[in-house]
C-alpha cells in the first residue's frame, strides 16, 4: 500500500490530467491568436510594408510549476508536505533537489520556496509539456485543490509565457 503521500500525489496528477483534458476540449476547439507579420505596434513594424496573418496559435507557449511553501518558518503552510517529501524521497545533489516516484523537488535559491514538479510527462499539470499554457494552468491548479483537500496545502501554481 502507498504512503498517504504517494497516493494523496498520484490522485492530485490524475486531476491534473483530467483537468488538462477538460481545458483542451473546452478551449482548443478554434485557434485564439494569430501570428501577424509586421504587426502595427511591433517594434520593428515599417508601415510600408503589408501586414498578414503567417500562421494561427490554440494557446501561447509556456512554462507552468507548483511552488510549496516554506518561507515563514515556522508554521509555513507548505511544511508538512516538504517534511513528509523530503523524508521519503532521494537528493539528486547538493541538497537542493529531491526525487519521489515521478515528481522532483527543486529549492528556489531567487524567492526561498520550492518547486514541486514531475519528471518525464509533466504529472504536476497533467500535460504533455507542448507549451499550452491555459491548459497546463488549468491542469496544476487542479494538482493543487486536490494537494489541498488531502491535507497537503501551502501550494500555488506559477507561470510564465515562453
Given at each position: 500500500m502507498p504512503s498517504?503521500?504517494?497516493a494523496a500525489l498520484d490522485a492530485a496528477a490524475t486531476?491534473?490530467?483530467e483537468a488538462y483534458a477538460a481545458h483542451v476540449a473546452a478551449h482548443?476547439?478554434?485557434?485564439?491568436?494569430a501570428v501577424v507579420e509586421n504587426a502595427s505596434g511591433d517594434w520593428l513594424h515599417d508601415p510600408s510594408q503589408p501586414t498578414r496573418v503567417v500562421d494561427t496559435m490554440f494557446d501561447v507557449c509556456g512554462f507552468v510549476w507548483v511552488d510549496v511553501d516554506n518561507r515563514r518558518a515556522p508554521g509555513a503552510p507548505g511544511r508538512?508536505?516538504?517534511?513528509?517529501?523530503?523524508?521519503?524521497?532521494?537528493v539528486d545533489f547538493s541538497g537542493r533537489h529531491w526525487r519521489l516516484g515521478a515528481y522532483s523537488l527543486s529549492h528556489s535559491g531567487y524567492d526561498g520556496s520550492w518547486h514541486l514538479s514531475g519528471i518525464?510527462?509533466?504529472s504536476v499539470t497533467g500535460g504533455t509539456g507542448?507549451?499550452?499554457?491555459?491548459?497546463?494552468?488549468?491542469?496544476?491548479?487542479?494538482?493543487?485543490?486536490?494537494?489541498t483537500a488531502a491535507g497537503y496545502p501551502g501550494m500555488r501554481v506559477e507561470s510564465r509565457i515562453d
Open positions: 498517504p503521500l504517494i486531476a491534473a490530467t482548443y476547439t478554434a485557434p485564439a491568436y508538512k508536505f516538504l517534511a513528509e517529501f523530503k523524508r521519503a524521497a532521494k518525464g510527462s509533466d507542448n507549451g499550452a499554457l491555459g491548459a497546463a494552468r488549468a491542469g496544476a491548479q487542479a494538482f493543487v485543490e486536490s494537494m
